[in-house]
């Protein structure tokens, strides 16, 4: 028995697998510590006894291609991440020289705010100068940018500032090598499947684009795993898609039905009663990566007209926003 907080059981789990070891990863919800004094004893003791009446369920763990999946995504999140913080560094620099550039330009990572801010970097300081940067598709003039760039040109926040970009400029390169590893992942599930081809452009680009995409097409492999295309559920976009196939695996039948993967994604009321009475009617607080995919996409779903987002508008006049996004999460997660 080994009570982990970590993910120092990881290493043990493995190992103790390939000498065909039948390795439990139960929930602690499952295993409640035994009344009284607490200690690693009788703790190891009360897990022995409940395993041996059968009442330790194994938790999910995906299978060795999707375990390498999910931990590629989990990975390119954890570099977004990174690289967010890198441009809230950028955004503080120039705040701090009052260049107002984050004004007039709706994304300092983009073309416009990039080709800006290197131009300053490399010494120009000239606002009629860096104004022409500006992209055509920029929605402020050559003047009204211009009027943002003159700024209080001080060594140590533009010290700060060339450190972020260069920051930002590297955790974008590790974000195409993570996009690429992923694509050779994929590539084990559906070994037929070229993914190497850039991403088409969508119908509407400017309604259509979001923030760290993949920098592949998915859309095929996304078809050819499942045998269903996930992305026409409303809401579900590709990368969603990806990152609940990547949490949840392809195997369905772990789940006797839908009503249960939507429990497990902690999608369901509290059930607790005693005497009668109902306790806990809310639902149990969740940090599984695919619930929260879910509840984003049960975010965007709201103000489209379709099925799904009528359901959360009429649940959210009744019972809340809140609420709302959860119903209509776990409607999502029974789709899927």
Not at 60 to 78: A, H, Y
Not at 166 to 173: E, F, G, I, P
Not at 276 to 300: D, M, N, V, W
Not at 304 to 331: N, Q, S, W
Request: hydrophobic share 40%; net charge positive; glycine share 6%.
């Amino acid at each position: 028995m080994l009570e982990s907080t970590g993910v120092y059981w990881i290493g043990l789990f493995e190992v103790l697998e390939e000498r065909g070891f039948d390795v439990r990863l139960v929930d602690a919800h499952d295993a409640r510590q035994v009344p009284g004094r607490k200690t690693d004893v009788k703790d190891g003791q009360w897990l022995q006894e409940l395993h041996t009446y059968g009442f330790l369920r194994s938790a999910f763990r995906p299978e060795d291609e999707g375990w390498v999946l999910r931990s590629s995504l989990r990975q390119r999140r954890m570099l977004v991440a990174m690289a967010s913080r890198a441009v809230q560094h950028m955004q503080k620099a120039l705040e701090q020289m009052n260049l107002k550039l984050t004004e007039v330009v709706r994304d300092i990572t983009g073309k416009t705010g990039m080709t800006i801010i290197r131009a300053i970097l490399e010494g120009e300081r000239d606002s009629q100068v860096l104004a022409p940067h500006r992209d055509k598709r920029c929605t402020h003039a050559h003047a009204t940018i211009a009027k943002a760039l003159p700024g209080h040109w001080r060594a140590e926040p533009r010290f700060a500032w060339q450190q972020a970009v260069d920051q930002y400029d590297v955790l974008a390169q590790q974000l195409r090598a993570c996009d690429g590893h992923i694509a050779e992942c994929l590539q084990t599930f559906v070994p037929d499947v070229e993914v190497d081809a850039p991403p088409s452009p969508p119908v509407r680009a400017w309604r259509a684009s979001r923030s760290n995409p993949l920098s592949f097409d998915v859309q095929t492999s996304l078809e050819a795993m499942p045998g269903v295309d996930l992305t026409q559920i409303a809401g579900i976009e590709s990368l969603t898609a990806l990152k609940v196939i990547s949490e949840m695996g392809l195997d369905m039948t772990r789940w006797p039905t839908s009503k249960h993967v939507a429990s497990w994604l902690g999608g369901c009321p509290g059930n607790k009663v005693s005497g009668g009475k109902r306790f806990r009617i809310r639902s149990k607080p969740s940090a599984h990566r695919a619930a929260t995919a879910l509840r984003l996409a049960a975010q965007g779903v709201a103000n489209r007209h379709r099925a799904l987002g009528a359901y959360d508008r009429r649940i959210r006049i009744r019972l809340g926003a809140p609420k709302a996004m959860t119903a209509t999460a776990h409607k999502l997660a029974r789709l899927v």
